[in-house]
């Protein structure tokens, strides 16, 4: 049930911006700004093409980072759980801020599930997952949440006209990252559905319509009363501080830093041995690593141990791992060690 005696406020504001980290911000700004005791809040927004991952998420894992880097896509972690997705201008998104003891993530679902099946005669339903599946158990929306001490918001994807080919592409990781280890949360691939497939008449200005009437009205507020606010989010001189908080959200630190401790792994044959090479990242960096040629008649200690150094407190960052690839080329001058070089830095490279 929404209506509440205790409930005196009820806002709905839509975002003009398309900046995934403004977006997200405003959301940390609204959770740490606003008393929630007596207010729930809808928040209404889209971002220009990004992949978000979740706040305990391996962005290497979930990404192709270099093909991210090609296309000129944005990468987000948001400081919610749950796993990776792609946004887009046809990808809506919808945050309710509450109380914690008013946090529900059920009933948010239902209420824009019954809005969009009375609008467009959809058949969508919310699954044990919180998800927006529609009767052919096609994904249509996935949700992550926070809660603090007295407050919460929960948030969840709408997907409207989103680029399925993007998306496809964008969040799959590189090929050659298939030996990792790690406790990094993991996200459930599933198929999914736009809903102007459904319907064209679906856009993201009708379905902000449909959603907004829908909050207002299971909170007894007539239609001559409901008013949907838009707002800059990235307006410091009304949000104060959220400039500060946008920063912190675009820190190399943040986004790849606070991926949890991983090893990675990877082994080539050459004709004059077998290498095994493994290291542990943390923080967003080589941390340590060991590199082994095995079956090879002669053992470069040297080399090899050079190799373990050089790597030693890199960051798993392109224009680092290439900072050493290049120092190392210039030293090594045996045509062995040289291709074990090639191999190894192709192969960071190819996921940097």
């Keep these: 049930r929404w209506a ?3 409930i005196k406020d009820i806002f709905v504001y839509k975002s003009t911006s398309h ?10 700004w609204i959770l740490s700004k606003v008393d929630l005791t007596c207010r729930r809040i809808l928040f209404l927004w889209r971002n220009s093409p990004c992949v978000v991952i979740g706040r305990h998420q391996n962005p290497w894992l979930e990404t192709n980072i270099a093909v991210l880097r090609d296309k000129g896509v944005l990468l987000a972690r948001r400081r919610s759980g749950g796993g990776a997705v792609y946004h887009d201008l046809g990808n809506m998104n919808c945050t309710v801020f509450t109380h914690r003891q008013d946090y529900n993530r059920e009933r948010n679902l239902q209420l824009v599930c019954e809005a ?18 529609s009767g052919y158990q096609l994904k249509v929306s996935g949700s992550s949440s926070k809660l603090v001490k007295d407050s919460a918001f929960h948030h969840f994807t709408l997907l409207l006209s989103a680029d399925t080919a993007n998306m496809t592409t964008l969040l799959r990781p590189a090929p050659l990252l298939s030996l990792i280890n790690t406790s990094a949360t993991l996200s459930r ?28 009205s299971a909170h007894d507020i007539t239609p001559t009363n409901q008013r949907v606010e838009e707002v800059d989010p990235g307006d410091e001189g009304v949000f104060s501080g959220i400039t500060k908080l946008a ?7 943040w986004i790849y830093g606070k991926t949890p401790k991983f090893t990675l792994k990877a082994e080539n044959e050459f004709i004059f041995g077998h290498l095994v090479f493994t290291a542990v990242v943390e923080g967003g960096a080589i941390t340590s690593c060991d590199v082994t040629l095995e079956h090879s008649l002669v053992t470069p200690t040297a080399f090899l141990d050079n190799l373990k150094e050089a790597l030693t407190g890199t960051l798993l960052w392109r224009s680092d791992i290439l900072a050493v690839f290049q ?19 192709t192969w960071i490279l190819s996921f940097v």
């Design 4 to 6: 509440s005696n205790t």
């Design 19 to 28: 900046n995934i980290w403004v977006n997200l911000s405003f959301e940390d």
């Design 116 to 133: 969009l099946n009375r609008g467009w005669g959809l058949d969508l339903s919310v699954n044990k997952h919180h998800d927006i599946i």
């Design 189 to 216: 691939r599933s198929s999914t559905l736009n809903l102007s497939s459904r319907s064209h008449d679906i856009t993201w200005d009708t379905a902000c319509s449909h959603i907004a009437s829908a909050f207002y």
């Design 247 to 253: 920063d912190e959200l675009k820190d190399w630190y």
């Design 327 to 345: 120092q190392l080329e210039l030293e090594t001058s045996d045509h062995h060690e040289r291709a074990v070089v090639l191999w190894l830095f």
